[in-house]
């Protein structure tokens, strides 16, 4: 298995959760999804992500959790929410400080299961499978081959700045709620572009996400 990049995939059930960091979210959050990386980490710096929160409380009393910081709120319902966040255990700082690798789908904390997906270069994926078969908890874990044009992950700071900015700001006013809670019109009003513009930004980062969750999910 020489070149290309590895997908390694870890699941834990609930009985042998122990202390592990993404188990502990599940005191706080009744799951946390994620939906797409958002900023690459650095040994100094955690990554931060996007991702879907459902929990039973408002979100500014989850404020204080370290092993999860929110950032930013893109939108927030009665009891699911989507959010930028940080994630500040140990295990997810040391994926962010390795070169060639970052998280992708399916990635899920619930109550039943713990499941993490991690696609990179084979070394950093190395290192990683070490760190992991040095935890005291049980896990199941598989370890595919895989290719660029079948394992994608969409990293919205790859996007150029302006596009960030619409989709960030058509999330947050609820473009992508059912019904819409904004049109193109008011994303256009509030980052100050023409709608045509905004129009032409959505479409193409639409299509980059749904392309990419076509190639995860075929």
Not at 165 to 192: F, H, N, S
Request: one cysteine or more; aromatic letters at 6%.
């Amino acid at each position: 298995m020489a070149g290309g990049t590895r997908l390694l995939q870890f699941r834990v059930t609930a009985e042998n959760f122990g202390n592990l960091e993404g188990a502990h979210l599940l005191e706080f959050f009744d799951s946390v999804e994620f939906i797409s990386n958002y900023q690459p980490g650095s040994k100094n710096t955690p990554a931060s992500i996007i991702a879907k929160l459902k929990h039973q409380h408002p979100l500014h009393e989850y404020e204080e959790i370290d092993a999860l910081r929110i950032i930013t709120i893109l939108t927030e319902g009665e009891n699911e929410s989507l959010a930028i966040v940080t994630l500040g255990g140990q295990f997810t700082r040391k994926i962010a400080s390795l070169d060639g690798i970052w998280f992708t789908h399916p990635t899920i904390a619930t109550p039943d299961a713990l499941k993490v997906t991690i696609c990179g270069i084979p070394s950093s994926i190395k290192e990683i499978m070490r760190m992991a078969q040095a935890l005291p908890e049980r896990m199941s874990y598989s370890l595919l081959e895989s290719d660029d044009s079948k394992i994608t992950s969409v990293n919205m700071s790859d996007m150029p700045p302006r596009r960030q900015k619409v989709l960030l700001k058509a999330i947050e006013l609820g473009y992508y709620r059912y019904p819409r809670g904004c049109t193109q019109r008011d994303i256009a009003e509030a980052v100050g572009l023409k709608q045509a513009t905004v129009s032409e930004h959505l479409q193409k980062g639409e299509s980059t996400v749904l392309n990419s969750w076509s190639k995860n999910h075929n």
